[in-house]
């Protein structure tokens, strides 16, 4: 069982950065792929980057060069730098567990609030 809890939203200007970070609870976080994801009201959630236990990264091109993905496996901790904001990227982030084996097994945060304003 993997826990995740998300924090570092909040308001922020156009142009502007924040840093997301994910404390996970559970064994074998290092073998887990994690990622983060976003939603706004009345669509997908979608994926935005991915980090894998070998520390590749897969980013969504809307976020490619502003967004970087990093871990911290002695921390169990994910996070994502966010620069260079514009108010598209407003949505709720959520962070994934991706936990590998017999039975692939997805968990997810609790989800928090990033709103840029123009």
């Known amino acids: 069982q993997v826990q995740l809890v998300e924090s570092g939203g909040g308001l922020v200007q156009a142009g502007g950065s924040l840093r997301l970070s994910c404390a996970a609870s559970?064994?074998?976080?290092?073998?887990?792929?994690m990622g983060w994801y976003r939603q706004v009201p009345g669509k997908q959630r979608e994926l935005v980057a991915t980090i894998t236990s070998g520390d590749s990264t897969n980013y969504a091109d809307s976020v490619k060069g502003r967004f970087t993905i990093s871990r911290d496996n002695a921390k169990k901790a994910v996070y994502l730098q966010m620069n260079s904001l514009k108010p598209e990227d407003t949505a709720v982030y959520y962070c994934?567990?991706?936990?590998?084996?017999?039975?692939?097994?997805?968990?997810w945060g609790q989800g928090t609030q990033v709103t840029v304003s123009s």
């Open positions: 994934n567990a991706r936990v590998l084996g017999f039975v692939i097994k997805d968990y």
């Open positions: 559970g064994r074998n976080f290092g073998s887990n792929y």
